[in-house]
């Protein structure tokens, strides 16, 4: 039943943009692109926390930006 009431929905999406579906289509995969980089933010900040934690990572990043500096 839920998945009747979402194709439904769906067709009604669609019916709006029925001169340019291209746009339609275009704006329904930006829409679901949003929670995944939402996602990945998240993912990015627990990394750094990560980093921060960890020893090796932060020797890593120091000589890297002593080798940067040189140049």
Known sequence: MDF??????????????????????????LTMLDPLWEHLATIERKLEILAKQEIRIQLANNKMINLWEQK
């Open 4 to 29: 009747e009431i979402a194709l439904l929905s769906f067709l009604q999406y669609l019916k709006a943009f029925s001169d340019n579906l291209w746009r339609g289509e275009l704006d329904l995969e």
